[in-house]
């Protein structure tokens, strides 16, 4: 358990059928709290977007924002692998200028891998960045980089065409390099179909039980949204309720004049008071 997770864990794990554990962090305190869990892999996704930067969809998310979050998150984590998303546009401009921003993800963070979403259209990327001496995990089904193309935040591989490109793609990553493959919103059958036929690990976010690992977006696992969660999430604490009720008794508590109370409190000796007096 204390072993630090590396590429060959990875691997091996698939092969034992050790089921993969992965979670987003985006800051330190989060990170430690998942690594200190014991989960095997923390992405810090570009997820991020969403979730601490409030914009409506991945694609605004920089390298130099991946980059400040990514190292957060390092400090905080001691056993876990950390894989830092190559966000839209940093990795679909030229081979050149892939290898040259997962380079700075891994020189200025401490991260031990990069992801990148799309399939054998990237593949030339992943082989480049992965020759460059960067392991690199896939991401097909929904890619959340390309929601304007896709149409929508929907399942993806549901019809005949669909799918059979979709494993397509998964062979043509794995021939570039990736040690693993996020498959996310995709139907269980072909989420297994996809994991019965990689050599590399399958790591699923709603793609089913079959996956050789799961994946979920950590403030959706602790509940820390009132609002609608995806059909995939499971909820395992409502930290949102949580959280609101604590501040809602802080702000009571001041207006009442109960807090501070003695016990948080400081004091001075009566004779320098008197003088001040
Ligand atoms: O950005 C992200 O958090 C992700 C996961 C949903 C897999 O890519």
New binding site residues.
Partial sequence: MSEKVTTATIRKMKAEGTPITML?AYDYSMAKIVDDAGIDMI?V????GNVVLGYDS?LPVTVDDMVHHVRAVCRGVSRAMVVA?MPFMSYQVSLEEAVRNAGRLMKETGAHAV?LEGGREFAGAVRAIVNAGIPVVG?LGLT?QYVHQLGGYRVQGKDTAAAEKMIDDALALEEAGVFAL?L?CVPSPLGRLITEKLRVATIG?GAGPHCDGQ?L?VNDLLGLYPGHTPRFVKKYANLHEQVNGALKQYIDEVRERSFPGPEHSFTMSEEVLKKLY
């Fill in positions: 987003t992405l996704g570009d997820s991020l991945t998303d992801k991401h959340p996020v996310e976010i994946v977006v």
